[in-house]
């Protein structure tokens, strides 16, 4: 029989995984046990693969375009910027709430957002003016955009910010989230695949244009940093009514109009659902009526009719306009479908409209599915493809809205648009007229762009870059970094726009500017900037004259008497800040 042997040690008692984590603890042994949220269990997910994205323009719009990333589980919204401090305590506030915490990075220079490399997206939501250099510096930081609506005030604009996200490869999403509303892709899809019929029109109504009183000077409160919110726009007293969407939009010193801010969302649906995507109107005319009084001076009705080649015409005019109302209308043959936010009816309600997601009807064509419009620019992120908006579509949908501009200001038919390729195989039409055409001024300043330069431009030059006026600007606005002795360069604001690429430190307008700028403490009104000698262009103005800038065909030529033009017909004029070697500060006179 053999015999069992019995240890002598002592059995230990019985150890909880408490008691055992304990003891772990204690000799630094613990095993690194971490919430399974951390890790993106239960559809979460975690913190290493969020997207951080930074807001720039936190009034109303972009508060509410935020409030739909915040919603978002793998968004981060880290950092806002504004130079109204109420909007900024608000948003502060709605991030506070979402997050349980005050950790967000506040900012009143848009420049130190773009400048901060853990943001990977922008939300760009300022008023229309500020639209292009922000987002423009935002792409050339590297980071996808999401861009309300407008793009630009100009063509030019549009395209200089549309060929920076081509060259970098980017996401864009534009601010036309109508394109991820079922209905409106149902009613087009209707349209498109011959459920109407043959198309004979498409009509679209938008509100008007906003009539507005006389804004009389008011003293800046502390809350606001107006020179910086006039920024790129000419120079206007404040008011606080001024900082009102709906009351900045139709001023044309911020705006192009209702034909444009809410214009763009239905014109966007009606090239959607008239399979014009690839091309654009070869015929645009148009007729409209301004205020004749008040600082909302933007277009205020209009009737606009877009012809195309092979396609129904669009037909666009304001609300109240008879024989139309808001939404879209597509007027088929044997029927007609029509949509609005949260509506869609059509003459055959029955037979239309049975089927929503047009999963049983024989629809060859079928358009973009997109079930949320910030889900899709998020998703777009992550699997390196084009948003449903992308800057194709806002370039042309922007695009209709400043044809329709002009062709109302010109009185006379555009014929052919400055549209861009979207494919190899889709030719550009012929610019709308010798010259191409301003929606700012009504003036014809478009044409084909030049092979593109560096882009941007490299090199230390550049980052010493500061801006000093703005788009149609009509005085000299100083940013100057004070560790710096500048001579003045002029340049078109299109090119200085790639210029635009760093500026780090700046000073508010209004403080001390360089020395041969400057008489006593005022900075010298835009027609008097003594400009040195050795730099002045061939093509500028005297000093005691406005200065007419033609580069690029940024601003209007001088009359045939060589007297430059009045200051109101300036469409633009942007002065560079350069450093120049040490020791070359020229005086001023």
């Known amino acids: 029989m053999s015999t069992i042997h019995h240890s002598t040690r002592p059995r230990s008692p019985r150890r909880s995984r408490r008691t055992l984590l304990k003891t772990l603890l204690a000799a630094g042994l613990a095993p690194q046990f971490v919430s399974a949220r951390v890790f993106g269990a239960a559809g979460r997910t975690s913190p290493a693969n969020k997207i951080n994205v930074g807001v720039i323009g936190v009034g109303a719009q972009g508060t509410g375009d935020m409030r739909n990333f915040l919603s978002q589980d793998d968004v981060r919204v880290t950092a806002i910027c504004d130079v109204n401090q109420r909007n900024l305590d608000r948003a502060r506030q709605a991030i506070s709430e979402a997050y349980g915490k005050d950790d967000v990075r506040v900012h009143t220079d848009f420049r130190e957002l773009n400048a901060d490399r853990s943001i990977d997206a922008v939300l760009m939501a300022l008023p229309v003016h500020w639209h292009s250099i922000p987002s423009l510096g935002a792409v050339l930081a590297g980071k996808h955009i999401f861009h309300e609506k407008p793009m630009a005030l100009s063509f030019e604009e549009g395209r200089r910010m549309h060929a920076a996200v081509k ?48 804004y009389a000077a008011r003293p800046v409160p502390d809350y606001v940093d107006w020179e910086r919110w006039v920024g790129p726009a000419p120079a206007t007293p404040f008011h606080e009514d001024k900082l009102k969407r709906d009351n900045h939009e139709n001023m044309t010193a911020f705006s192009l109009g209702m034909i444009s801010c809410w214009g763009i969302h239905h014109l966007d649906i009606a090239q959607w659902g008239n399979g014009a995507d690839a091309t654009g109107p070869r015929l645009v005319r148009g007729t409209g009526e301004f205020a004749a009084a008040g600082d909302h001076d933007a277009i205020q009705k209009w009737q606009v009719r877009y012809e195309y080649d092979g396609r129904p015409p669009i037909v666009f005019a304001q609300e109240g306009s008879p024989g139309f109302s808001h939404g879209i209308r597509f007027i088929g043959e044997s029927g007609w479908v029509h949509v609005r936010r949260g509506v869609i009816t059509a003459s055959d309600e029955a037979a239309l409209l049975r089927d929503p997601q047009n999963k049983y009807d024989t629809m060859p064509v079928k358009l973009r599915i997109s079930g949320n419009h910030t889900r899709d620019f998020l998703d777009a992120i992550r699997e390196k493809r084009r948003a449903i908006c992308d800057v194709d579509t806002a370039l042309r949908a922007d ?5 329709g501009l002009i062709a109302v200001k010109r009185g006379r038919a555009c014929s052919g648009t400055p549209w861009p390729n979207a494919s190899p195989t889709t030719r550009a039409p012929t610019p709308c007229c010798s010259r191409g055409r301003s929606a700012a001024t009504g003036n014809c300043r478009w044409r084909e762009p030049k092979p593109s330069r560096t882009f941007p431009p490299r090199g230390p030059l550049f980052h010493e870059s500061f801006l000093l006026t703005g788009f149609r600007a009509r005085r000299i606005l100083i940013l100057e970094n004070s560790a710096l002795r500048h001579q003045l360069v002029v340049l078109n604001p ?35 900037v003594p400009y040195p000698p050795q ?16 580069d690029e065909g940024v601003g209007d030529r001088p009359a045939a008497d060589g007297r430059p033009l009045a200051s109101g017909r300036i469409p633009a004029l942007l002065v560079l800040a350069i450093a120049p070697p040490l020791g070359a500060h020229p005086e001023g006179p």
């Open 167 to 214: 060259k970098t490869g980017l996401v864009f999403q534009f601010g036309t989230q109508q394109r991820s509303d079922l209905k409106f892709r149902w009613a087009c899809e209707l349209a498109l695949n011959g459920r109407l019929g043959r198309i004979k029109e498409i009509q679209v109504c938008a509100p008007g244009g906003k009539p507005g009183p006389n």
């Open 399 to 403: 695009t209709l809205c400043q044809l």
């Open 494 to 528: 299109l090119d200085a726009l790639r210029l635009l690429v760093a500026g780090h430190s700046t000073r508010p307008a209004g403080l001390p500017v360089p020395r041969h700028l400057s008489r006593g403490s005022e900075p010298w009104p835009h027609d008097q």
């Open 535 to 550: 730099l002045r262009p061939a093509f500028l103005g005297s000093p005691q004259h406005d200065v007419v800038a033609v």
